[in-house]
């Protein structure tokens, strides 16, 4: 609607590009969303080559179709344009950790949480790449982290299922694995065909031991449109599920389909 207003509206064209780009990481892993993002962040460019937050929306489309190299080069010309722009540390953050990168994740996440400190999306990812690098103790000071945080974050925004399954996979990391459960429920019940919520729920049961469920979920979320592979490659999360023949076909079906 911003666009129809205005054509020449630049930040909105970066808006309608993460909106595609999210789209295609969760509901859609055909090619279409992910052209429709480039182009719009194209767009954004082309009315404004000095808008940071175009180059971060640019960074994010095509970190999605796998060119690293290319979302580093947009990632950080957005930090030199604006050095206090959450958005580009999260995203660069997210694509690094795409790529395999845990120690270079790690470092930009922290440089998001600075900038942002009572977002609880960014401690739950540290959470992540934590464990990823095997540090035990900076696992746990990170969950506590997203706990504070997330419940914070739900007293205002109680329906807010995006806080409510990451609380719950907080809860599962500190071996509260009934809570963690009863939570990710909560989730389920919000959004029972959401593939992150199902995605997430699936962490969360691995993470709880229970395996099969979580194979399940996962399952079922790339059923509905999950298809982020490279985060299925590099989640530890998902790390109790890999040796399951049923965790490896669905790997193989998902590799096949991105060749």
């Not at 080559?49 to 175009?54: C, G, K, M, S, V």
């Not at 509260?176 to 959004?191: H, N, P």
């Not at 031991?209 to 999950?226: D, I, M, P």
């Not at 298809?227 to 998902?254: G, M, T």
Request: aromatic share 10%; charged share 30%.
């Amino acid at each position: 609607r911003a666009i129809e207003m205005d054509p020449e509206y630049a930040i909105a064209y970066a808006g309608h590009a993460d909106s595609y780009s999210w789209y295609n990481m969760y509901w859609d892993s055909s090619d279409e969303p992910l052209q429709q993002a480039e182009e719009s962040s194209r767009k954004a460019l082309e009315l404004a080559p000095d808008l940071a937050e175009a180059h971060v929306s640019h960074g994010l489309a095509v970190s999605l179709r796998g060119r690293y190299d290319e979302a580093e080069t947009d990632f950080n010309r957005a930090i030199e344009l604006n050095p206090r722009l959450f958005e580009a540390y999260y995203f660069y953050a997210r694509s690094v950790f795409a790529e395999g990168d845990l120690e270079r994740a790690a470092e930009l996440f922290l440089k998001a949480a600075d900038l942002r400190p009572e977002d609880y999306q960014v401690p739950a990812l540290l959470a992540v790449v934590y464990r990823g690098l095997e540090q035990p103790e900076n696992v746990i000071a990170s969950s506590q982290r997203l706990l504070e945080l997330a419940e914070n974050h739900l007293k205002r925004n109680p329906k807010d299922v995006r806080a409510t399954y990451f609380r719950a996979g907080a809860l599962a990391e500190l071996g509260r694995a009934e809570e963690a459960i009863e939570s990710a429920k909560l989730a389920l019940e919000m959004e029972p065909d959401d593939p992150a919520v199902l995605y997430n729920v699936a962490c969360i049961h691995a993470a709880v031991g229970k395996l099969s469920e979580a194979t399940g979920f996962l399952e079922r979320a790339v059923e509905v449109g999950f298809s982020h592979l490279e985060w299925i490659e590099n989640d530890a999360d998902l790390d109790p599920l890999r040796d399951q023949p049923r965790f490896r076909q669905l790997v193989e079906k998902l590799q096949e389909q991105k060749n």
